[in-house]
């Protein structure tokens, strides 16, 4: 009995010395991640000191952690946050998204002077404007605002930004808009160096993301305008579904199963864009989130891959649904933080007659001949194999017009689930669709995955 105690006693000794460890080297990982993050922050604003940009941005009681900003301050005391560039003529718009409008949704968007001090939330400040969300007022250089839009809550997205035409003809111009659509503008004194972006936060659980514009020379900027509302072209048709930047909110009922929030890309997929995904942000109440194609007019109470002209892999139960409401087994289930991703394989001849007026030049020949290589591998080989059937069977009619079925083939986190072949795909095309149907549910979807 004395050996047995001494053993355990040994163990827990073992135990103890492995956990202190592990504690030492968490400590010393999060030291080393904090440095590395103070000398990559260090380095930008070298690098943007040099380019002539003021580049310090400036907080109080704001956590602000990459582009979230989150209310961190004592009971009744204002959070402030300024960007560290001024708008200009060629970034002269920024947004911010509500991620949680928190207890009273005291949430100020606007622009202030470099001088503003960081005690006012933006608007009361001299030389400052913001659009409020809690009483939808405008307030300009004063703690007194006059009627301007309607409040604003979680999932709102308001936007703030300088009239070009008024940067060399003070004052300048500013309008705000809410979820893309204009709400109305004032005039604010314009002086050097500029008009900075600005957000106030005041009560306990607000929490927002902030979308800059892009630092000059980004890609994203393009003669001198940001593409603010590029992804809203993408998409043909949104019901009980907001979108804000690249991310799908389900902002219907959530009570039965035809209120189905569906969204539908404008464009249908094709041999040169013939893939897109989806990232599970959250789950929502019952993670009733479908991934799939349908057809251009395909109903938009329905959840895809429930009516015909659709296939889908619906996150909840990991089942592929086919034109039907009854799913059959198909991959597992899918969570938060999953990516799900739905492509279709084209055969030959139909890559060869959609592309035959398209233009070339945006892609490399060589990198576009092996991703059809990739796309035509699998596809090659069962054509063969059906030929050999259509052949014993002797059904020429079928041997017609098997080259016009396509495969549409489903991935979670980048492996290949399964796939299914669909008949000859509708006028028009297969468009990617994403439905949601519980409370909560939010995705961020890519189109376009392969195009860079």
């Known amino acids: ?11 827990n000794w073992r135990r103890r010395i492995r ?8 400590r010393d990982r999060d030291r080393d991640r904090d440095r590395d993050r103070d000398r990559d922050r260090e380095r930008d604003r070298d690098r943007d000191r040099d380019r002539g940009l ?21 009971s009744g005391e204002v959070g402030c946050y300024v960007a560290p560039r001024p708008l200009t003529r060629d970034s002269n718009y920024f947004e911010v998204s509500i991620v949680d409008s928190g207890v009273r949704g005291t949430i100020a968007v606007g622009l202030v002077p470099h001088c503003h001090s960081l005690e006012h939330p ?19 250089g004063r703690a007194k605002g006059r009627q301007f839009g309607s409040k604003c809550s979680s999932g709102d997205r308001i936007g703030c930004g300088v009239e070009r035409g008024s940067f060399g003809a003070p004052p300048a111009q500013v309008f705000f808009t ?5 709400v109305g503008g004032s005039g604010v004194p314009l002086s050097p160096p500029g008009l900075f972006p600005a957000v106030g936060l005041h009560s306990l659980g607000e929490e927002v993301r902030l979308h800059l514009p892009p630092a000059p020379g980004h890609p994203r900027t393009r003669g001198g305008a940001m593409l603010v509302d590029s992804l809203e072209e993408e998409w043909g048709r949104l019901h009980d579904v907001r979108l804000c930047g690249s991310v799908l909110e389900y902002v219907g009922k959530g009570k039965s199963i035809v209120d189905v929030g569906l969204a539908q890309a404008r464009r249908p997929l ?3 864009s013939h893939y897109f995904e989806l990232e599970i942000l959250d789950p929502g109440e019952k993670c009733y989130i479908a991934l799939g194609v349908a057809r251009k007019d395909y109903p938009k109470n329905r959840h895809p891959g429930w009516s015909r002209g659709s296939v889908a892999y619906h996150a909840d139960d990991g089942k592929l649904f086919h034109g039907s409401g009854v799913g059959d087994p198909f991959g597992p289930r899918c969570y938060k933080g999953d990516v799900m991703g739905c492509g279709i394989m084209f055969p030959r001849d139909y890559g060869r007659d959609s592309e035959g007026d398209s233009d070339d030049s945006s892609e490399p020949p060589e990198v576009k001949v092996k991703v059809r290589n990739v796309m035509y591998l699998e596809e090659e080989e069962d054509e063969e194999e059906e030929e050999e059937e259509e052949e014993e069977d002797g059904e020429d009619m079928e041997q017609e017009q098997e080259g016009r079925k396509v495969v549409v083939f489903f991935t979670r986190n980048g492996t290949v689930v399964g796939r299914r072949e669909v008949g000859g795909p509708p006028p028009g095309g297969l468009f990617p669709t994403v439905g949601m149907l519980s409370t909560g549910e939010r995705v961020k979807v890519d189109l376009h995955p392969l195009s860079g």
């Open 1 to 11: 009995m004395d050996d047995l105690n001494l053993h355990f006693r040994f163990l």
């Open 19 to 26: 956990e202190i460890r592990e504690v030492r080297e968490g």
């Open 54 to 74: 003021r580049c310090q941005e400036r907080a109080r009681h704001i956590l602000v952690d990459g582009d979230t900003l989150s209310y961190r301050g004592p």
């Open 122 to 140: 933006p608007g009361w400040g001299p030389g400052s404007v913001a659009y409020h969300a809690d009483d939808g007022k405008l307030y300009s």
């Open 178 to 182: 809410k979820n893309g659509q204009r």
């Open 270 to 272: 094709s041999p040169r």
